[in-house]
């Protein structure tokens, strides 16, 4: 492949940046711009030399020489630890450029990775995680991707669905035989136990990308129940404004909270009622937008006052939505007035807890009800197998349709050629998770996603 570079480092001043270029004349590059000549280059060592732009020293800097494979590309490839100035960084950039090397592309370095075998296309989507990672858990599930554990889980799929293949091509080809070389009830129950493995794999994609995206949490409420003292309460902080006028939020207000590892997204919006006022009509539609884009909805209720029609009409709709619902219910320090009634025991509410935004207490028992509800009860471990892409979930559930078509087919004695053909789709949609199977279209649309240099 031609040779590429970039500035692998974030935009801004530092301590250093690093220039890397990768390529089969990579190595011929760089010394063509360095101050001494290099002989016979060592694979990961470190040259301390200077760039030099003719007769002019451009910077003092450490140059590392990775050769192919052993590199993250898998080809030639140079690392360059200049001082962190963007006009230095940039200005070797333009020499390396000079020399021959080409600008690289958003996450053109990974591509190459995956294309050379270097990671599979899970591992390269886990680096644009990791770099993103803005929490213990975000992290946590992005190096577990990284070091393999949904590869590894993928491929025992796979080889299981590769033996039921073969099993059935022997059949096809010796059918005329009459030889049974796998009977129906074996291949059936084998078949099973794939779909056992791929939907318990399924299950894990909300966790998993509540882990990487933070969990959603949209208040919603008739006005004046103290939605915005909620907010302000849950971030510590002034951030919506509160008066004592019904109607004061008419937008929705979004903040994002670290829940000790976990990110919390959370959408304060408008009072949801009945009005006749064009822009609070507005606030009311993105109010239930809000509940529609949300994990959880938190309703919140005014403690000190009588339930309303509307207070029930709000829960009945989350409910009636299949949204999970947290009643919290709101002035726990004035004396109480609601009557929670049967809304506590409805299965689709999650918890019911009793604050007071304006003094806070209460708040950090909510604080670790949110967080144990979006963790599911701890954080992940380096081990743990979890979906974080909804690509990863929409390719497992059609595997998952495909062995659905191909057991319904054995159960029905249908010619062993259909149940073939559902087992060869799976493996398809198996091998798209991992790219042994993916179109250019989609290996473009992942990798322009990424940072450049990366």
């Known amino acids: 492949m031609d040779t590429i570079a970039a500035v692998?480092?974030?935009?801004?001043?530092?301590?250093?940046?690093?220039?890397?270029?990768?390529?089969?004349?990579?190595?011929?590059?760089?010394?063509?711009?360095?101050?001494?000549?290099?002989?016979?280059?060592?694979?990961?060592?470190?040259?301390?030399?200077?760039?030099?732009?003719?007769?002019?020293?451009?910077?003092?800097?450490?140059?590392?020489?990775?050769?192919?494979?052993?590199?993250?590309?898998?080809?030639?490839?140079?690392?360059?630890?200049?001082?962190?100035?963007?006009?230095?960084?940039?200005?070797?950039?333009?020499?390396?450029?000079?020399?021959?090397?080409?600008?690289?592309?958003?996450?053109?370095?990974?591509?190459?990775?995956?294309?050379?075998?270097?990671?599979?296309?899970?591992?390269?989507?886990?680096?644009?995680?990791?770099?993103?990672?803005?929490?213990?858990?975000?992290?946590?599930?992005?190096?577990?991707?990284?070091r393999g554990v949904l590869t590894r889980r993928i491929e025992a799929l796979r080889e299981a669905l590769i033996r039921m293949c073969a099993l059935l091509e022997l059949e096809l080809d010796f059918g005329e035989e009459d030889l049974e070389l796998v009977s129906g009830r074996e291949l059936l129950s084998l078949l099973k136990e794939s779909r056992k493995n791929l939907s318990e794999l399924l299950k894990t994609f909300l966790r998993g990308r509540v882990c990487r995206e933070g969990l959603r949490l949209a208040i919603v409420g008739r006005p004046n129940v103290g939605k915005s003292s909620l907010l302000n309460a849950l971030l510590a902080r002034e951030r919506a404004i509160v008066t004592d006028v019904p109607g004061t939020t008419r937008d929705t207000v979004e903040e994002a909270l670290d829940l000790e590892g976990l990110m919390l997204v959370i959408t304060d919006t408008a009072g949801i009622r009945h009005t006749d006022d064009p822009i609070e009509k507005q606030g009311v539609e993105r109010a239930r937008l809000a509940m529609e884009e949300a994990d959880i909805v938190c309703v919140v209720l005014d403690g000190s006052r009588e339930s309303t029609e509307e207070d029930g009409a709000l829960i009945e709709e989350a409910i009636r939505r299949k949204i999970h619902t947290l009643l919290v219910v709101n002035k726990s320090d004035l004396p109480g007035r609601l009557d929670l009634g049967s809304w506590s025991r409805n299965p689709s509410v999650l918890r019911v807890r009793y604050v007071s935004a304006l003094y806070g207490s209460g708040i950090p028992e909510l604080i670790d009800t949110l967080r144990d509800i979006g963790l599911q009860g701890e954080m992940p471990s380096s081990e743990e197998v979890v979906l974080t892409r909804e690509r990863h979930r929409d390719q497992l559930s059609r595997a998952e349709t495909c062995l659905a078509h191909a057991q319904k087919s054995l159960e029905e004695k249908a010619s062993q050629e259909f149940v073939a053909m559902d087992i060869r789709a799976a493996l398809d949609h198996l091998g798209a998770v991992s790219g042994k199977t993916t179109s250019d279209d989609i290996l473009n649309t992942i990798f322009s996603g990424f940072c450049v240099g990366k």
Request: charged share 25%; hydrophobic share 40%.
């Open 8 to 146: 692998s480092t974030p935009t801004g001043e530092g301590g250093i940046a690093v220039v890397r270029v990768s390529g089969s004349e990579s190595f011929t590059v760089v010394r063509s711009v360095l101050n001494r000549p290099i002989g016979e280059v060592e694979s990961h060592r470190a040259y301390h030399t200077w760039i030099m732009d003719g007769e002019d020293p451009v910077d003092e800097v450490v140059v590392l020489f990775f050769r192919k494979p052993q590199s993250y590309t898998g080809e030639d490839t140079v690392e360059i630890s200049c001082h962190g100035s963007p006009y230095i960084a940039g200005r070797i950039l333009g020499l390396l450029v000079r020399k021959g090397a080409r600008l690289a592309g958003p996450g053109e370095f990974s591509r190459r990775a995956f294309i050379n075998g270097r990671m599979d296309l899970t591992q390269a989507e886990a680096v644009a995680d990791l770099i993103r990672a803005k929490t213990e858990a975000s992290m946590r599930v992005a190096v577990s991707q990284l």
